[in-house]
């Protein structure tokens, strides 16, 4: 079975054993290492499950960093703040523009005031954008009007990472090459590695065919060894990647 912590734990451990630092994204964005893992969460729903992927990688004496978005189904301010103590980054998963309708001003002061509230618990560097498929905005459109700099950040993966050094996996989808039912989870690169499953990613660091620089990108709720949650996600995602495929990502 993939997607279960226990595939999880073993991925991480192949990484270690295949000579693989790890940098958060700030940490990657100041000085970026040559063979090196960004493990990036976006904490969209069930931060417990977040919570959990940070102890392992505690565990293991890794560091990822998380994103977390202005929602009550992502902001839990505890778990925000136990993260954070494990030595892990803590970022912001915009969504300023679909959460204002499109309008910029009112995105922008929504930014600002979530950017401070997510500061009072952990310093936050940088930033993410949400991707919010079943919205018709991009909120990567705010940096059209704005500047994120001016607010004391450093980067924004999808502006900031030069994704032709960097191979970009996402397990978007529920899969590891979900692209076609991705609606912004998406990167310019001229890498044209492929994998479906997370045996296929251990296999490729064993063998030494993995790229030096990655970022991966994770939604810890879809990982579970409870069976009958695993079961639900995985129905549930391939019902949200026929939706999305067939009435979003060619909007």
């Not at 915009?94 to 309708?101: A, I, M, P, V, W």
């Not at 912004?184 to 044209?192: A, G, I, N, P, Y």
């Not at 990613?201 to 409870?226: E, K, L, Y």
């Amino acid at each position: 079975m993939d997607f279960t912590i226990q595939i999880y734990t073993q991925f991480l451990k192949s990484l270690q054993a295949g000579g693989y630092c790890f940098q958060t994204v700030e940490q990657y964005l100041n000085t970026p290492k040559e063979r090196t893992i960004m493990l990036r969460h976006d904490v969209d729903l069930l931060p417990l499950n977040s919570l959990g992927f940070a102890e392992i990688q505690s565990d293991l004496g890794i560091v990822g960093t998380y994103y977390f978005r202005a929602v009550p189904e992502s902001w839990n301010e505890e778990v925000i703040t136990y993260i954070a103590s494990l030595g892990h980054e803590i970022g912001y998963h915009y969504e300023c523009l679909t959460t204002c309708n499109g309008d910029m001003e009112k995105g922008i002061v929504d930014f600002e005031e979530n950017l401070n509230a997510l500061r009072k618990l952990a310093p936050v560097k940088t930033i993410c954008m949400h991707g919010s498929p079943m919205s018709k905005y991009d909120s990567k459109d705010l940096w059209k009007q704005y500047r994120y700099q001016a607010y004391d950040i450093i980067g924004e993966p999808y502006f900031d990472i030069n994704f032709d050094e960097v191979f970009y996996i996402t397990d978007t989808g529920r899969k590891w090459d979900g692209h076609a039912a991705s609606v912004r989870d998406k990167v310019q690169t001229s890498f044209t590695q492929r994998y479906h499953t997370t045996k296929e990613i251990i296999d490729a660091i064993a063998a030494g065919d993995f790229p030096s620089r990655v970022m991966f990108t994770f939604h810890p709720q879809r990982w579970s060894d409870n069976f009958i949650k695993w079961g639900k996600e995985l129905v549930v995602q391939n019902v949200k990647n026929v939706i999305k495929k067939h009435f979003y990502v060619n909007r």
